[in-house]
């Protein structure tokens, strides 16, 4: 049915609309539900008869480190090879595993790709680029709502044979893709920048805190040699002491069930979701540690990818895991919290490890943990400092918040600015 498409418009597809686009005089019902309208003159048509589909004939076994070539695989990385088995303009994605669905890459070039990896490529009466954004950004529609689920995620020939596919004539087609290779890119400078800010406020985070733990807050104090290699000067009023005069080491194991399970994460100590069955599991929770508020609970038994926190809550945590407590009366526990995560983050506990780093299992042994030093100024400017990180660190992460959402706004502006012009929802042929 044709019908003229009004600037007030009510339909969901005009309320999804960006901003500052006009849109196509003459409208037709495509009869597809999730496509809805279409603009008159535009057709729909199955992918199989707009371009050749294969898969590759490699496995990651054939990846090369520094290879020559580009090798595709079930995911958005992409590894190396020193062969090429096309050579041309092509759209890759992933037929399972990992990315099944939603991650796609255009390639004009001498490439390689997975066995387990489709290749659409000898276009016909459809541009690569156009077919490329379209397919990207709609095809998740049909193959992530029921239609593509087994016992392991996959993406079956004939769904993808089938996809309909939403076009105009190949004129129009290089036109729209013209136009969003030059939108989005101003778009991904945009987020380029967010991200870059992000990175430089987490260093800064952490140079706060680095800086006021090891220096204190007065620049113009005189300073000492600490005696400690990576520790370097300190106030001169500080003195310096090992962790086994500072914090006790507990070791209370359940023996029963039912407190809430505590997982030690990098973005702190949180309550585990037992019930829903995902991520690692013990057969036996009787057999975990008590953590008591105020305590320390650290994952010592990984110095990359571990963390250490001071608990809110009440629980038990892995028995492999270190709890302590802070048993110097004379010092303030918030302050040496973040001693103790600068120790992560700056990596300054990992040349006093061992085991095999390449496992994840480079841990501090009770030892090392014990003979570790730490600077040890008076209460009162402890308790100075840590106010001062506080305050510090709350303005740094509202401006990280800020700049994270500003990506996840300019991503959403993206992706429906892709999504409306592959679609006919505007018309951006002026624009081009």
């Known amino acids: 049915m044709k019908y003229k498409a009004e600037p007030s418009s009510s339909t969901v597809a005009a309320k999804r609309m960006p901003r500052g686009y006009k849109r196509y005089s003459d409208y037709k019902d495509s009869g597809v539900e999730w496509l809805g309208e279409l603009p008159e ?6 992918l199989k008869f707009l371009c050749r589909i294969t898969t590759g004939n490699k496995d990651t076994e054939n990846k090369v480190d520094n290879g020559e070539y580009p090798f595709y695989v079930r995911s958005q990385t992409v590894e190396r090879i020193n062969s090429y088995s096309y050579n041309g303009e092509a759209i890759l994605t992933a037929g399972d595993g990992v990315g099944v669905g939603k991650v796609f890459h255009y390639v004009n070039g001498r490439f390689d790709y997975h066995q387990r990896v489709y290749m659409f490529y000898s276009f016909k009466h459809a541009e690569g680029r156009y077919l490329f954004e379209y397919i990207k950004n709609q095809f998740y529609k049909v193959a992530l709502a029921g239609e593509a689920k087994s016992t392991v995620d996959s993406l079956r020939l004939p769904l993808i044979q089938n996809f309909l596919i939403a076009i105009p004539q190949p004129k129009e087609q290089k036109s729209i893709a013209n136009y969003l290779n030059k939108a989005t890119a101003k778009i991904d400078t945009l987020i380029e920048k967010q991200t870059k800010l992000i990175e430089l406020l987490k ?29 370097g000067k300190i106030p001169e009023h500080w003195d310096i002491k090992k962790f086994k005069y500072l914090f006790r080491i507990k070791k209370r194991i359940s ?11 990098q973005q702190g100590i949180k309550v585990k979701d037992i019930e829903s069955g995902q991520g690692q599991l013990s057969s036996d929770y009787s057999k975990y540690q008590h953590v008591k508020k105020g305590d320390f609970a650290m994952n010592h038994m990984d110095l990359l990818t571990g963390f250490v926190d001071l608990s809110v809550f009440d629980g038990v945590t892995s028995p492999d ?17 973040f001693y103790l995560q600068m120790g992560y983050l700056d ?72 999504s409306a012009a592959v679609t006919g929802k505007i018309d951006v042929r002026d624009a081009a």
């Open 321 to 337: 895991y270190r709890v302590f407590s802070l048993d110097d009366k004379c010092s303030n526990a918030q302050f040496y919290l």
């Open 203 to 231: 260093e800064k985070r952490q140079a706060v805190i680095s800086s006021a733990v090891t220096r204190g807050l007065d620049a113009s104090v005189p300073m000492k040699d600490s005696g400690v290699e990576w520790l």
């Open 255 to 265: 023996g029963q069930l039912g407190f809430d399970v505590l997982s030690i994460t």
């Open 41 to 46: 003159h535009w057709e729909h048509k199955r």
């Open 347 to 418: 990596k300054i506990f990992y040349p006093f490890g061992q085991g095999s780093s390449q496992l994840g299992r480079w841990r501090l042994p009770t030892d090392a943990f014990k003979e570790f030093y730490a600077p040890y100024p008076p209460k009162e400017e402890q308790e100075l400092i840590e106010k001062h990180i506080r305050s510090t660190l709350m303005k740094i992460d509202n401006l990280i918040t800020k700049s994270t959402q500003a990506i996840d706004l300019l991503k959403e502006k993206r992706a429906a600015l892709i």
